[in-house]
């Protein structure tokens, strides 16, 4: 399969160059335009004929036009493009609407790159499924489908760890400054070698950076920061 051609379609500059950046992280994605607005966004849309692009990275707090009228725009117009809501728009109404407007995920602001990647790796295992000629032979092929674009996050936690410890965690990481495990287990109220399994995990799954804290006595620390 060639590569899915994305636009990313975000108001703020700097989130729009890390949405493209995060994209082109992501192998089989390829990033062929940024729109700052809905105007910009169906121009875009309109001067590759449908066809020069595969999926839309859509915030819905756009300027000029919400993002769920950019969908209706592009439905009314015949349009198939698959569209990838990137947004912080909480509001159950709104999430039901992209629903029947056909957005294939709901991504909410803010993020970590982990879970931008799960969603492209599982829109890609569905655009394989779906390109594919010929009928399905059985319901569970429909079935799997379905599974493969809406299933649980691949990312499962090692053994041992639980979500709402890893989120504290998170918390406690969230003011960007370096924290060492001593310092997470002391805010979490968990030992320092449980904070610095959790914090281990973060670094391996790309959702934070570990670097050495020079400086202080004894024997070296390190510090995590989010990613």
Do not use: N, W
């Not at 209706?72 to 569209?83: E, I, K």
């Not at 728009?89 to 931008?116: C, I, N």
């Not at 570990?210 to 990613?227: D, H, L, Q, V």
Request: aromatic share 6%; net charge positive.
């Amino acid at each position: 399969m060639t590569d899915i051609r994305v636009l990313v379609v975000e108001d703020e500059p700097l989130l729009a160059e890390a949405h493209k950046a995060y994209t082109e992280r992501v192998p089989g994605f390829v990033v062929v335009g940024v729109a700052h607005t809905a105007r910009e966004a169906t121009a875009a849309l309109r001067q590759r004929g449908g066809t020069g692009i595969d999926l839309v990275l859509l915030d819905f707090r756009l300027p000029d036009l919400h993002g769920l009228d950019v969908c209706r725009a592009l439905r009314a117009a015949g349009s198939s493009v698959d569209v990838l809501a990137v947004t912080s728009a909480r509001d159950l109404a709104v999430v039901r609407t992209a629903v029947s407007l056909g957005v294939t995920h709901y991504l909410l602001k803010p993020f970590t790159f982990a879970a931008f990647r799960d969603k492209l790796e599982r829109y890609a295992d569905y655009r394989r499924q779906a390109l594919a000629e010929g009928e399905v032979a059985a319901q569970h092929e429909v079935d799997q489908m379905f599974a493969t674009l809406r299933g649980a996050a691949r990312h499962t936690l090692p053994k041992g760890l639980d979500e709402q410890t890893l989120h504290r965690v998170l918390s406690a990481l969230g003011g960007g400054t370096g924290r060492s495990a001593a310092e997470v287990g002391r805010e979490t109220g968990i030992s320092r070698v449980t904070a610095r399994r959790y914090l281990e995990y973060l670094v391996t799954s790309d959702r934070a950076v570990r670097a050495p804290r020079y400086g202080t006595p004894g024997r070296p620390e390190f510090e995590y920061r989010p990613r």
